[in-house]
């Protein structure tokens, strides 16, 4: 079974400043998506970014970027000039190439200080 | 992203009553619709999964004849919460997936009190 992993419960960062969120995961699958999803204290989901497995490039959207190292199974979520406004959780989530079903981890709070 | 509306953003029932919780996926069709659960500061459980016109598929340890899901259409799923108890507390969110989208949009939640 697939499980995703989160060893971060709390992050905390400046304003204006870089903070990178751990995401490790175990599959038996080759193909598969990866998601990083922000929940602001509105409880709404939001999607942040979205990776293909079978993409060799990191994706980037914006002030967020990934580094996704397929062989150790790791996603991590990288958010540049950080804004207030990102304070909140963060669930990264895998889902099968043939399949609908998310599979989320744990979350990671994160705070950002003026 | 699409959107989806989730009906009530908060509900108050007393115990042993019934609630119904409205999705509504009000720009695309929504060929699979996800109901999670998520209890204070952990994260989403997977409750069940439901496709138009089909039964829901329901994950293992939740309860099918409490947790009454219809997906009737292509933009409408409910979740009923029947005879409620102050354990089924807890913030349910559903969210949609159409047959041509990577990623599933989410509503905004239901917070159910029961009492």
């Known amino acids: 079974a697939q499980t995703v992993t989160q060893s971060q419960p709390e992050m905390s960062v400046q304003e204006a400043e870089t903070v990178t969120l751990s995401c490790t995961y175990d599959t038996s699958e080759s193909d598969y998506y990866l998601f990083w999803y922000k929940q602001p204290p509105s409880r709404q989901m939001i999607l942040v970014i979205r990776?293909?497995?079978?993409?060799?490039q990191n994706a980037t959207e914006n002030r967020f970027s990934v580094n996704f190292q397929k062989a150790a199974k790791s996603f991590s979520l990288k958010i540049s000039d950080s804004q207030l406004g990102d304070a909140a959780m963060y669930f990264c989530a895998y889902r099968g190439y043939n399949t609908d079903k998310l599979i989320f981890g744990t979350g990671t709070r994160l705070q950002v200080f003026p | 992203g699409a959107v989806v509306s989730q009906h009530p953003s908060w509900v108050i029932c007393k115990s042993g009553t019934s609630v119904k919780i409205e999705c509504r996926s009000l720009?695309?069709?929504?060929?699979?619709m996800f109901w999670y659960r998520q209890f204070p500061k952990q994260s989403l459980m997977l409750m069940a999964t439901?496709?138009?016109?089909?039964?829901?598929?329901?994950e293992q340890g939740v309860e099918k004849d409490k947790f009454l899901i219809n997906h009737a259409s292509l933009t409408l799923s409910t979740l009923t919460v029947t005879s409620a108890h102050p354990e089924d507390s807890s913030f349910y969110i559903c969210?949609?997936?159409?047959?041509?989208?990577?990623?599933?949009?989410f509503g905004q939640g239901t917070r159910l009190t029961v009492v």
């Open positions: 439901s496709n138009e016109g089909s039964k829901a598929t329901y």
């Open positions: 990776q293909e497995a079978y993409k060799q």
């Open positions: 969210s949609v997936k159409g047959r041509s989208n990577t990623e599933a949009f």
């Open positions: 720009d695309f069709q929504a060929t699979t």
